[in-house]
């Protein structure tokens, strides 16, 4: 099954093509540039857009004194909540430290504390400070300027920008062997165009745009992940989408993106308070306030559904030096009329982070031999039930470098020629865009049950049958968000438990039963099937 697009009008070839200019994409780029491969990097907007950019808190990795990787390890899995590969875990905490090493060769700088050393810090879920800052809560910012700086200097990696990747194109044997492209502005790559390769690789990051309210950018429609369900690509643990506790509460009516108050700031010492003014997580877990994220942001629905409130409060008074600390948050906050130096802090939780995504091996392959994802997008298995803090960034690092080894070692000479048989299209009117997202919060949110979820399905159903012929950006996008949304909320009703970030009100405790990934599939014609898979936790 794919979108429906006008024919292509021109190809450009490449070794690699890398979808996505984020810390995953721009890291898988040069590593393959490193074993001197081709690379075409085709990113939806200007190069700089993305989750990466917008990244507070820091990088997750065990280089702080009597810090390892298996305390790492132990956290990873405590957060993931008895889903996590174990495999892939091994993986991210062991290789991480010196992906966090190479990325500061290639340029990236962290704040350092008084003694010299790079500062760490601390979020929930992490028993060690262990998260390293730059900017103070510019993280994302600095990771891209110096990949960005690094991949731009090199001549072997052509860019386009403003290129949204619409589907896969597969050779006679199967194989994913290219991509259909729509470029705006680019010349005589103008339009819908085909980009052919002997490897390709999605790194287009997170879904956050299938909820109403979302920290992620308006880049995060998760095009990639719907690209590879229509492929045929498995695609598990979407139920597992990361609600973020603290962010910036204003008018619940303003949709899309909103800003994040880092978890960091309750590592330097902010408090969560309900309306009685109560520290309300003492008490509720060992860690507190620094409790992993899902069960802070299930305790701040609960305060605010017992209180019948749109928010809880933060209090971060007591910070020293915050404006210096969190400088970014400080600006935000100021917009929006709140001085967080002297006035509590109106946060909610919204959606923000996809734990699961695109199944992949630990060389980041697809179960589509040649299709390959990275960081957001991929589903490693590294987070489980609940990614932990500041181990996204960590990923994209370390599954960049893997994925461009591997596909260094195993690219193919040459693929069979394309395959041209027509397969079913579709395309959805861009305005089902917010009755979707307000379906998916209001079914598919923080809480779910069944009868929520199955409410949700049905909207999603009765939304599908609103097509058009209007191929653009915006029929793309809210397509792609379809795709996505029937994924989540399929996922979500089969898991009747609750675990990490899944939460049904009908199941309200884990059950030993499911201790298994839910994986969905999408095939040609376009019946959706969803089966479950033991994890090697
Ligand atoms: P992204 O950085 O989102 O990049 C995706 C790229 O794909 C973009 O360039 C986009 O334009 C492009 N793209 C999308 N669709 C298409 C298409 N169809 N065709 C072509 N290109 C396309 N994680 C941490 O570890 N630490 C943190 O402190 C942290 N803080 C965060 C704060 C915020 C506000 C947010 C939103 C996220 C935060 N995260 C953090 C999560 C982390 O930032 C992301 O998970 C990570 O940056 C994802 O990287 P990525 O490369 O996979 O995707
Ligand atoms: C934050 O700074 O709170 C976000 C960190 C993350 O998503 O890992």
Known sequence: MKLFTGKPGWTVRADVIVIGSGVAGLTTALNARAANLSVLLVTKAN?????????????????????????????TLIAGAGLCDLDAVNVLVTEGPEAVRKLIARGAVFDKAESGEIALTREGGHHRNRILHAGGDATGAEVSRALLAAVQNDEGIEIIEHAL?????????????????????????????????????????GLGQVYSQTTNPAVSTGDGVAMALRAGADVADVEFIQFH??????????GGQQPLI????????????NHKGEHFMQGKHEQADLAPRDIVAKEIFTQMKEANVPHVWLDATAIKDFKGRFPTIYASCLENGIDPTKQLIPVAPASHYSSGGVLVDLNGESTIKGLYVCGESA??????????ASNSLLEGLVFGARIAEHIAKHLPEQHDSLVNEKEETI???PAIRI???????????VMRSEKSLAGTLLTLEEL???????????SWEVSNLYFLATAIVRSALARTESRGSHWRSDFPVIDIKWQSRIVEHLDIDGAWSTTTEAVQS
């Open 464 to 474: 599908s049958k609103r097509k058009t012929k209007i191929a653009d950006i915006n």
């Open 165 to 205: 990747v619409i589907d896969a194109l597969k050779s006679k044997s199967g194989e994913v062997c290219g991509v259909t492209v729509h470029v705006i502005g680019e010349g005589s790559r103008d339009g819908v165009g085909q980009a052919l390769a002997r490897a390709v690789v999605i790194a287009t990051g």
């Open 427 to 429: 395309l959805l009117d």
């Open 262 to 273: 880092s978890e960091a700031v309750r590592g330097e010492g902010a408090i969560l308070l």
């Open 435 to 445: 009755p979707l997202q307000l379906a998916m919060s209001e079914g598919a949110g």
């Open 245 to 254: 506790p603290t962010v910036l509460w204003r008018d619940m009516s303003l």
């Open 47 to 75: 190069i700089d857009e993305g989750s990466t950019k917008w990244a507070q808190g820091g990088i997750a990795a065990a280089l702080g004194p009597g810090d390892t990787p298996d305390q790492h390890k132990s956290d």
């Open 379 to 388: 589903c490693t298995g590294a987070h489980g039930a609940n990614r932990l």
